[in-house]
């Protein structure tokens, strides 16, 4: 009896093991590149490339009827063995408490929502290490130092949405602000609604006071005020199976920024003072039925804009995908990226093959 009660207990033990065990998860996405005129300057390079891999564990234990704790924690890998992506940096990484029917609140260092506003049809050359719209417009930060609270999807309206997050002021403060740092000193939010019976998803998004890039000025860490729209739709429902369009526009601007004469006195950048941005982008996939292609496109601008002048950086391109399942596949791209303000050495083009692959 005293044996059958034991193994009742172990079995009983790693059943409760297993439920609260952490998932491990991660993608690995490298690429062969050849890239003409890197960094406007002329010189040609051949590149093989990390794109953002990862590896991550995370999970939710349920604590009461109603409430479970929610965590994640998320290193970036260097597949490649250099570049951007620096073994175990960190990338996503939250705890938090999860609210049945309500929503979850989280703290920790993760994507803002305005960057997350924007889904999977609106950066067709998404976590690219060239071509990421990181490297056009403003926006997509991970934010250190913030706590954020997300609606449970089906709370008000089935598939809406809101989300808010807060960043404490010992975030480091940039030169180009008046901001006081003793309390929350950054704000980003987003409005999504999704409608899978209709093949709709659309985002409202704003930040305040957060930092980020504007890259036609190879400024960095410029706290901004921004709004962003997004949208995509399938048309499946409309008879074009396979065909999904895609849609953004934002504008940014630097908030709490000092005047012309305190840039000038502190030898800083004067443009910051009078500086927008606004930038959009269009794309289209179509998966072709019954196989495992699919072939996009998109078009992508930001133009940057002082008193005195204006500089706008352009990128188009096209993708092959040749999807093994869900969670590998094969890729090809070409992509060219144009700056109006240089006379020369103005265009840069990536060509790339490359594979990814998820678990």
Do not use: C
């Amino acid at each position: 009896m005293k044996k059958v009660l034991l193994a009742v207990a172990v079995a009983s033990f790693g059943l409760s093991a297993a439920q609260a065990a952490p998932t491990l998860y991660g993608k690995l996405n490298v690429s062969l590149n050849q890239v003409d005129n890197k960094d406007f300057k002329g010189t040609d390079e051949t590149q093989l490339n990390s794109n953002a891999a990862r590896i991550g564990v995370k999970g939710e234990e349920k604590l009461t009827d109603n409430v479970a704790v929610v965590y994640q924690a998320e290193w970036a890998i260097s597949t490649d063995g250099s570049g951007s992506d620096t073994d175990l940096s960190a990338r996503n990484r939250f705890l938090g408490l999860k609210f049945k029917d309500v929503g979850t609140l989280k703290a920790g260092q993760y994507d803002s929502y305005f960057k997350t506003s924007a889904g999977k049809y609106q950066d067709i050359f998404n976590d690219d290490t060239n071509l990421d719209i990181t490297k056009t417009m403003y926006g997509e930060e991970r934010l250190k130092n913030v706590v954020g609270f997300e609606t449970d999807k089906n709370l008000l309206i089935p598939g809406l949405q809101f989300n808010i997050m807060a960043q404490t002021g010992e975030n480091t403060s940039s030169l180009y602000t008046t901001k006081e740092r003793d309390s929350f000193s950054g704000v980003s939010t987003s409005l999504t609604y999704e409608n899978k019976d209709i093949g709709l998803a659309a985002g409202l998004a704003g930040n305040f006071g957060i930092a980020g890039n504007y890259n036609a000025l190879s400024l960095s860490g410029i706290e901004s005020d921004a709004y962003r729209l997004t949208g995509s739709l399938d048309l499946t429902k409309a008879g074009l199976d396979g065909l999904v369009l895609g849609a953004l526009w934002q504008h940014a601007e630097p908030s709490d920024s000092p005047s012309f004469d305190a840039l000038t006195a502190a030898k800083l950048d004067t443009r910051v003072a009078s500086l927008e941005e606004q930038a959009w982008l269009i794309q289209a996939t179509y998966s072709i039925m019954n196989t495992p292609w699919a072939v996009k496109g998109q078009y992508q601008s930001a133009k940057t804009e002082w008193t005195g002048g204006d500089r706008t950086l352009d990128q188009y391109g096209v993708g092959v995908d040749y999807n093994f399942n869900k969670q590998a596949r094969f890729y090809g791209l070409i992509a060219q990226q144009k700056r109006d303000w240089q006379d020369n050495d103005d265009k840069k083009t990536v060509f790339g093959l490359g594979m990814e692959y998820n678990f």
